[in-house]
């Protein structure tokens, strides 16, 4: 049987693409058609084995990042990223269950009757919602943005900045997501009337001036966003809050970055479990990354760039697990302490649980441990496995809210 001539160009020019099993190329050819199955399968296996490799070298071992960030459509598939959370507050959905809203309208004139298409309008509904913005928008709110629950801000493909006013509250509320938004420069706010659901509105007293506020909120999730400069915290959790995943967030330029717990005389606070994980503690941060109280904090993974007093702290008991993380101590030779027990004397801190298991000290940081050291003791201060130290700066290299474009990775 003959072989084209075309058919023999196809097969010699795959063979030498190597697409071609070598056992073609050295015996009698019988069957050309058996010949284009091969190479067709052949064709088939190395773009395979090509998008593995792909997705392979896409990945970080961020686990967050890497159940979602190799996915070039993404965009059509924007609700998966609820499947992607760790630690505490892994069990956040958000609006994953709902349908998408749109934000179209970056304004924010009436807080009480605020227009649709706005975020005030989409954050207050009573059903589930994933919201995402039509364009790039500077939101300045008017008062604090008081979210309803099971609700998802998610920032990808646009770059949002709420900024110039009162910013995010999480009050009394659960299943919350925060994804890909800068928030800065957040201002207080209050006496006011400001709406929190379809059916209700309320007078609000004087606000913080946080950039989020969790107020007795659970199940929350607050990623890749890019915070800084606000009036009192960057992300303060307070009044019972409990399962909570603060990662892969790019803080800077602010004093008083994360408190974790109300005040040292609410117990209630005793349940609070929060993971801290694979952040970016920056340029012109001062202390509390995060300042703990009562509860269980796992601190996992985070690159510490940045501190002018300390980097962890604590008072009235907290247990403090430190595992994998960077610390890059400051020049000034009175500050390389990583923590700072707080209001107590140290015949009585020296009982807190507080340990640091596999972090990177550099440039003379240091950490001072406390309690029993027992694994046992921390067992409600665990919430996920930490990878090496050494891999921290690779894993935290995307933290704060993410350049993302349609049809392609992110």
């Avoid at 001539?5 to 693409?17: D, H």
């Avoid at 990042?65 to 959370?85: I, T, V, Y």
């Avoid at 966003?225 to 606000?230: D, I, M, Q, Y």
Wanted: proline letters at 5%; a positive charge; charged letters at 20%.
């Amino acid at each position: 049987m003959a072989i084209p001539l075309s058919l023999l160009l196809v097969i010699l020019s795959l063979i030498i693409l190597g697409l071609v099993p070598t056992f073609i190329s050295s015996s009698p050819v019988q069957d050309p058609e058996q010949i284009v199955q091969q190479v067709n399968q052949s064709i088939r296996n190395a773009t395979t084995a090509k998008r593995k490799l792909a997705s392979l070298s896409c990945r970080t071992g961020n686990p967050i990042d890497d159940c979602w960030r190799c996915d070039p459509h993404w965009e059509k598939n924007r609700q998966r990223l609820a499947n992607c959370a760790i630690g505490f507050g892994k069990n956040a959905i958000g609006g994953r269950d709902g349908k998408i809203y749109v934000v179209t309208d970056p304004s924010d004139r009436d807080p009480v009757n605020p227009k649709p298409g706005t975020l005030r309008h989409a954050v207050i509904q009573d059903k589930p919602l994933w919201i995402i913005f039509a364009r790039d928008m500077v939101i300045r709110l008017k008062q604090e943005l008081i979210m309803n629950s099971f609700k998802t801000i998610d920032g990808r493909g646009a770059k949002v900045h709420i900024t110039g006013g009162p910013c995010i509250t999480i009050q009394y509320v659960t299943n919350v997501i925060i994804h890909g938004i800068n928030i800065h420069d957040c201002k207080r706010g209050g006496n006011a009337y400001v709406r929190d659901s379809p059916t209700h509105y309320g007078w609000r007293t004087i606000s913080d001036g946080d950039g989020v506020s969790i107020f007795g909120g659970s199940h929350i999730w607050v990623d890749h966003c890019s915070l800084s400069n606000c009036n009192d915290g960057q992300i303060d959790a307070i009044h019972g809050s409990t399962a909570i995943t603060i990662s892969n967030n790019y803080f800077t330029h602010h004093d008083k970055v994360m408190l974790l717990g109300h005040s040292d005389s609410y117990k209630q606070d005793k349940n609070m479990q929060v993971t801290i994980a694979f952040n970016h503690f920056g340029e012109g941060l001062v202390q509390r990354m995060p300042r703990c109280r009562h509860g269980y904090f796992h601190v996992v993974n985070n690159d510490y760039t940045h501190w002018q007093m300390y980097a962890i702290g604590g008072s009235a008991n907290p247990t403090i697990n430190s595992q994998g993380n960077r610390f890059v101590a400051p020049n000034n030779v009175n500050r390389k302490e990583v923590t700072k027990h707080e209001n107590a004397p140290e015949s009585t801190w020296k009982r807190w649980n507080w340990r640091s298991e596999g972090d990177l000290m550099l440039n003379g940081a240091f950490f001072t441990p406390s309690g029993t050291g027992a694994s046992s003791s921390y067992a409600k201060a665990s919430s996920l496995g930490a990878s090496p130290s050494s891999l921290v700066r690779s894993m935290t290299a995307g933290a704060g809210a993410l350049v993302c474009k349609k049809g392609s990775r992110c």
